[in-house]
C-alpha cells in the first residue's frame, strides 16, 4: 500500500483492502497495519469478508474473483497495455 502512495502522491483517497484467510497472514497483516498506519496518507479500510467489502464497493465495480460482475481478462489487458504503451 506504501508503494501505491509513492507512485500516486495526491491521487489515492482510499485503500480497501481484504483481510487474508490465513491464519499466518492474518497476523501478519495485523501487525504490519499496525506498525505503518500513521505513514498512510490516505484511509486504509480493511475488511475481513468479502460481504464487508460489498458494503463499501458495488459488486459491479469488482471482478467476480472478488464477488463482482466486472468483466475481466488480464491477457487482453495486457495486450492493450503493450499496443498503448511505448
Do not use: M
Not at 40 to 66: G, P
Amino acid at each position: 500500500v506504501l508503494q501505491f502512495q509513492d507512485f500516486f502522491p495526491g491521487l489515492i483517497n482510499v485503500a480497501y483492502v481484504l483481510r487474508p484467510a490465513s491464519f499466518l497472514q492474518k497476523a501478519l497483516s495485523e501487525v504490519s497495519s499496525k506498525i505503518f498506519k500513521d505513514e498512510f496518507k490516505f484511509r486504509v479500510v480493511v475488511c475481513n469478508y468479502l460481504e464487508e467489502l460489498h458494503e463499501h464497493i458495488d459488486t459491479s465495480q469488482l471482478t467476480a474473483d472478488l464477488g463482482g460482475d466486472l468483466p475481466y481478462c488480464h491477457e487482453d489487458w495486457l495486450k492493450h497495455r503493450v499496443v498503448s504503451e511505448p
